[in-house]
């Protein structure tokens, strides 16, 4: 009887670890099938999609998540996608109604704290001052805030477990390493995530072999993209209006997501 748990055990552990891995492998190769300047700024924008979809809907019912979103509210992009949506206002509105409730009861609790040693400070001279205390505590306090966000953090989690999946598949999977060497690159945000990640998952020879496959191929697509760009601002001169446009006419969109990650642009 405890040799069938045991083995009960051991076959669900593998079944979870074979879900899990196929929730984030099918994305990966999904993404770097894909066409694109960056096969992980796919990933992230289909991944935040899907975050703000959550947000705005089955995520207002669950007590975890209200109080992550009271603690940690959202940052300006998310903002603006959560508002953009048009969707669920109400939902939005409660979120950011408990979200107020929470941030004011901080700052107000910090100031009371030291509200009558201020007024002491409008009285008297000195260098070292309770109010400059005060103003400390409350720009700590407000860059913490400012750091934090509900679906970035969910968002760096995940694609933290991409990168485990891109490494894993890199250095396992011959067909992969092959797709990852045919791409066009990264946008210099995930070209910095992936190096950063090569001393974590790889040993220095194979370190040595991705770095330099994937510099020669990020430097060769950049140069690519600047020419693109010299191009498309040549196509404003008169001498060049009979010249075909080629890849250039998308050239701008291309090179900002190229050096800033994908970006909402119109």
């Given at each position: 009887?405890?040799?069938?748990?045991?083995?009960?055990?051991?076959?669900?552990?593998?079944?979870?670890?074979?879900?899990?891995?196929?929730?984030?492998?099918?994305?990966?190769?999904?993404?770097?099938?894909?066409?694109?300047?960056?096969?992980?700024?796919?990933?992230?924008?289909?991944?935040?999609?899907?975050?703000?979809?959550?947000?705005?809907?089955?995520?207002?019912?669950?007590?975890?998540?209200?109080?992550?979103?009271?603690?940690?509210?959202?940052?300006?992009?998310?903002?603006?996608?959560?508002?953009?949506?048009?969707?669920?206002?109400?939902?939005?509105?409660l979120m950011?109604?408990?979200?107020?409730?929470?941030?004011?009861?901080?700052?107000?609790?910090?100031?009371?704290?030291?509200?009558?040693?201020?007024?002491?400070?409008?009285?008297?001279?000195?260098?070292?001052?309770?109010?400059?205390?005060?103003?400390?505590?409350?720009?700590?306090?407000?860059?913490?805030?400012?750091?934090?966000?509900?679906?970035?953090?969910?968002?760096?989690?995940?694609?933290?477990?991409?990168?485990?999946?891109?490494?894993?598949?890199?250095?396992?999977?011959?067909?992969?390493?092959?797709?990852?060497?045919?791409?066009?690159?990264?946008?210099?945000?995930?070209?910095?995530?992936?190096?950063?990640?090569?001393?974590?998952?790889?040993?220095?020879?194979?370190?040595?072999?991705?770095?330099?496959?994937?510099?020669?191929?990020?430097?060769?697509?950049?140069?690519?993209?600047?020419?693109?760009?010299?191009w498309f601002?040549?196509?404003?001169?008169?001498?060049?209006?009979?010249?075909?446009?080629?890849?250039?006419?998308?050239?701008?969109?291309?090179?900002?997501?190229?050096?800033?990650?994908?970006?909402?642009?119109?």
């Amino acid at each position: 009887m405890e040799a069938e748990n045991v083995c009960a055990n051991v076959s669900r552990f593998l079944f979870e670890v074979f879900m899990k891995e196929q929730i984030y492998t099918i994305p990966v190769m999904d993404a770097f099938r894909e066409e694109c300047e960056c096969p992980m700024c796919l990933m992230e924008r289909k991944v935040e999609g899907e975050y703000i979809e959550y947000i705005l809907g089955a995520s207002l019912m669950e007590p975890d998540c209200r109080i992550e979103t009271n603690d940690k509210g959202f940052c300006r992009r998310h903002f603006e996608l959560l508002y953009n949506r048009q969707e669920n206002r109400l939902g939005l509105g409660l979120m950011i109604d408990t979200h107020l409730c929470e941030q004011n009861k901080k700052l107000e609790k910090i100031f009371k704290s030291r509200v009558s040693s201020i007024e002491k400070d409008a009285r008297v001279s000195l260098k070292q001052t309770e109010t400059e205390k005060l103003v400390n505590k409350l720009v700590s306090e407000l860059k913490n805030l400012q750091s934090k966000c509900t679906i970035c953090s969910k968002l760096d989690y995940t694609m933290d477990r991409y990168i485990d999946v891109i490494f894993h598949l890199w250095s396992k999977e011959e067909e992969f390493r092959k797709l990852f060497n045919s791409k066009k690159g990264f946008c210099l945000k995930h070209l910095e995530q992936l190096l950063d990640a090569t001393k974590k998952y790889l040993s220095p020879k194979e370190a040595a072999i991705f770095v330099n496959n994937l510099l020669c191929m990020q430097l060769c697509n950049m140069d690519r993209i600047q020419k693109d760009v010299n191009w498309f601002t040549k196509k404003f001169d008169y001498r060049y209006n009979d010249a075909p446009w080629g890849d250039s006419k998308d050239a701008l969109l291309r090179s900002i997501q190229k050096l800033a990650g994908f970006c909402e642009l119109k």
